[in-house]
């Protein structure tokens, strides 16, 4: 019988007509393109969840996530095909920003009696680098004063893998190497025994983050605030142009007056939308 094993990859060969329902049904769940050029991707990320299924091929795979028994395996399905790279103070320019421009400016509208709090969304938020980021930069800023304003940090993502990791907020010596030493020792609790290369964050940080499944493609986000600053970094790039421009729409409605949006070093809001100017690094301020 002819082997359906690639003997490159050792996963089952993904034929054309699977991969197109595979790229059709990730597309309808989350939005992101997986054209031609991913099917590698998909084939090795989909792959593992088969060898852990023990199913042999693709087809069988689509069949069983489409079913009645395939619920639960939905959830893997989603969660294997979302990139979710990140880092502690990635594209640092971002927190620079905050530190120097926004958070002064909101510190002068809080005495002035014009805003009341401080929203921030991180709203692709993977593992909580970048949530956590945030945080260490406003408690960088506020010190013990914290408390004393209305602080809270959103951080959602679509995959419920990374956000139970993110919730954890455990990260390896390795990942937590982009955190000055100084701030590694305010902010995080190293392990013991088998477990000294291992950072945990300090519920000093902790209490002000709520972590929650959003997933940008449905209709009612289910937020009831508005936020001065959204961090939407490295996530654009997965969509389409159309999608994008949903997204933009949705992320402005829930934008305060004048706040600032921040996208990835590689993403652009030109032809998306033009309800934001662009103000410096990949920050854009809500129109
Ligand atoms: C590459 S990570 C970026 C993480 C972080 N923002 C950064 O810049 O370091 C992209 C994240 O977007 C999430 N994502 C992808 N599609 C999504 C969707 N439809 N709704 C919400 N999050 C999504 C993925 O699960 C992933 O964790």
């Not at 007509?17 to 050029?37: C, N, P, Q, W």
């Not at 087809?59 to 502690?88: A, C, L, P, R």
């Not at 602080?151 to 959602?156: D, E, F, G, N, R």
């Not at 300090?202 to 961090?231: A, C, G, S, W």
Request: overall charge neutral; aromatic content about 14%.
């Amino acid at each position: 019988m002819a082997s359906n094993i690639d003997s490159s990859t050792g996963f089952p060969i993904l034929e054309d007509a699977d991969f197109k329902v595979l790229s059709k049904l990730i597309y309808e769940e989350t939005r992101i393109v997986m054209g031609e050029h991913k099917k590698a991707l998909v084939t090795s990320r989909l792959g593992k969840r088969l060898r852990i299924l023990s199913i042999d091929s693709f087809s069988e795979y689509i069949n069983f996530v489409q079913s009645k028994n395939g619920k639960e395996e939905f959830e893997n399905f989603v969660n294997s095909v979302t990139t979710n790279k990140t880092d502690f103070f990635r594209e640092n320019k971002h927190f620079e920003f905050m530190k120097s421009t926004f958070l002064p400016a909101w510190e002068e509208a809080y005495k002035r009696g014009e805003v009341q709090n401080l929203r921030v969304w991180s709203s692709a938020c993977s593992s909580g680098e970048e949530p956590y980021s945030i945080l260490i930069t406003l408690y960088e800023y506020f010190g013990n004063n914290m408390d004393k304003y209305d602080i809270k940090v959103l951080a959602t993502d679509i995959d419920t893998s990374v956000l139970e990791h993110a919730q954890n907020g455990v990260y390896r010596d390795d990942v937590v190497a982009p955190v000055p030493i100084n701030l590694l020792k305010k902010y995080f609790l190293r392990g013991k025994g088998d477990n000294d290369s291992k950072y945990k964050v300090k519920d000093l940080l902790k209490k002000y983050v709520i972590f929650r499944q959003l997933n940008f493609k449905e209709d009612n986000y289910d937020i009831h605030t508005t936020f001065d600053l959204i961090f939407c970094r490295n996530v654009i790039i997965y969509f389409d142009k159309d999608f994008q421009k949903y997204l933009f729409t949705k992320l402005h409605s829930y934008m305060k007056d004048s706040a600032y949006i921040f996208i990835g070093h590689s993403e652009t809001l030109f032809g998306v939308s033009d309800k934001f100017k662009y103000v410096t690094s990949n920050v854009y301020e809500r129109l």
